[in-house]
């Protein structure tokens, strides 16, 4: 009887706290969402950049955006601006 109550008491733990227990299936789960939550954030941002490309392509030429991205990176200004620094 002992025995069976010891594998009965071993097997309940295993199935709780074991590698492929309760606890780490939860554990598994929220690491499953959190990554999906990541992967949609990368898939929103790889689709902004794909549509700016477009948009700054030879077929395709958005000169407002053009105009933000020269002001970006090489600090361009029109004659008729004032600066402030």
């Keep these: ?8 008491l071993y097997f309940t ?3 709780v ?4 227990g309760l606890f780490r299936r939860i554990q598994v789960e929220s690491e499953a969402a959190e ?13 902004a950049l794909r549509n700016k490309t477009k948009r700054l392509s030879d077929d395709f030429l958005d ?13 361009l200004v029109r004659g008729d601006e004032v600066v402030i620094r």
């Design 17 to 20: 706290q074991g590698d492929y």
């Design 63 to 75: 000169l407002d955006l053009l105009d933000q991205q020269a002001r970006d990176v090489l600090g």
């Design 35 to 47: 990554l999906q939550a990541e992967r949609d954030a990368l898939q929103a941002e790889v689709a």
């Design 1 to 8: 009887m002992a025995i069976v109550m010891a594998l009965g």
């Design 13 to 15: 733990f295993a199935s």
